[in-house]
């Protein structure tokens, strides 16, 4: 029998997306010419774009000290993995929604292939850089073990959280650096016709509207709403700020539906706003204003039953020409008011409207405020001082409202949860109109201060305290909607924690060689599950954390089937051909139209079943079969 080794999942599908890689894969696509033996050929670029580059020395640029670095980071793949946490989560078997404990940079790197493009919103409340928010240096050389050290889940000492003080010299470069690589890495998973908001006060708008422009691009900017937070600013400063602010992008303006993006359009919207008191055949309407800001014609229009002369406002132009005017007078689609002796004014029509949505205002003032967000907590957790600053869940469910469809399965992100009020929101939208959305919540389980009241309450963490907070809140939803026959609410959440990866490296120390030579075949670290192993390859194969698995025993080996078939993973010990055989005719009953086997390499009795076990994968068409 030929000597045959079963593939191993290679360096790059046990890490996280190298967007580096992928980056420079696109740039040979479109230019193979720069290609070299050591890499790219930038001299060849630049003469292939021409009069693109910019050679300036001076020229107009937004930077700072560790933007490089802040960028790169942003392309390092992860090590890490995400670990389940079944205990903890809630509807474990049914729910679609996640609940990730963790640092969301290294969260984001590890959702790149799972959910590329998949994003429809994002909301995050990110640290404003008061003084008083916990700004923590990212480690570039490993992120994971800084952050198990700064979150208290290993013995070293590390480095530990701070507050970024205004005294500091890196007061704006400390928080810069923090946000900008989240965001580049969050574009990455929206949608085309994705957006984001991004909750912000005064002290870093400035900086974040700069990062924003440079990481979504000018023309993708949409707003900077304006949203009354509270009703007075008790005497702070010579102006007291009331409001903060969400900046709000597309992903992509040209892909952006705005017939989709506002308030769905209601009835009482349309009772209270359409009519037809003058019997028009052609239904119900209501008025549009006949001019706009934009350049366009400009002429005097005259009321044909006084006579009286009318230009556009100041700086407004008429939104038709003028021969278009005469003829729409003539068809009583342009009147002059009710009385007809006002100035001209548009009939717009019910059955002419194309649109879905009402458009979104840039000034809210009616969603909801600080206080309400605070009281609305202490009421759910029984207890009023567990977190400072909630945002108010009417405010999110106003966002996710006016960003998402009811009748798709929208996936929402926020990774910066809190107190997982976003969570709540996408809950409480379904309720209402019945929708399918999804939430993915990140927060990192940042140690929570043994002094304070959520400590001597129960909580150890913030992520305890948003968890809790959703667990509490689906199930008052669940309670009230059941009065109302809306059903099958998805009101549940799967938790998993960051970690590092469940595959250990081989580190050999010269002192125990002998003991790791021994051990080198076996990858998988003694203290992880087969679950643990089994969702770190769903990350890496870049499949969906949600798909369904379904655990068989064949042969008395667990096989655990994801996706109906389309991978079928079995990491126990003594594997023979026989449980190949089993396996091969699990696939033929499912019939998936494609089907991954894997294996833990050092599973099988012997190498003879390991080639065995392959020959027979082949012969039920299973050919993409690897181990770990």
Known sequence: MSKMTLEKLSTQDTQSLDIRAENIAKLKALFPEILTEKGIDFTVLKQLLGEEIEEAEERYSFTW????QARRLAQTPSTGTLRPCKEESKDWDSTQ???????????????QKSYHQQVKMIYIDPPYNTGKDFIYPDDFSDNIKNYLELTGQTDEVGIK??????TSGRYHTNWLNMIYPRLKLARNLLRDDGVIFISIDDDEVCNLRKVSDEIFGEENFLAQIVWKKKTNGNNQGAMPAVHDLILVYSKSIESLDESNFGYPITQSYIDKTFSNQDDDPRGPWTTMDLSANHK?????IVNPNTGDVFLPAKGRYWVFNEAEVKNRIADGRIIFGKTGKSGPIQKSFLKDKQTKRI???SWWDKHGLNADGTKELAELLEHPKLFDHSKPSSLIQNIIEISTDKDECHLILDFFSGSGTSGHAAILQNSKDGGNRRFICVQLDELIDKSSDAFKAGYVTIADIGKERIRRAGEKIVTNINKSGIKNIDAGFKVFKLDSSNIKPWDADFDTLSEDLLSANEVIKPERTQEDVLFEILLKYGLDLNLPVNVHTLEGKTVFEVGAGALLVCLDKDVTESVAEAIGQLKAKLTPAVCRVVFRDAGFADDAAKVNAVQVLKQFGIDDVKSL
């Open 65 to 68: 000290n560790g933007k490089a």
């Open 97 to 111: 929604n996640l609940f990730i404990e963790g640092d969301n940079l290294e969260v984001l790197k590890l959702l």
């Open 161 to 166: 959280f701070s507050a970024n003080s205004e």
């Open 296 to 300: 366009g014609p400009y002429f005097e």
């Open 359 to 361: 458009k979104a205002e």
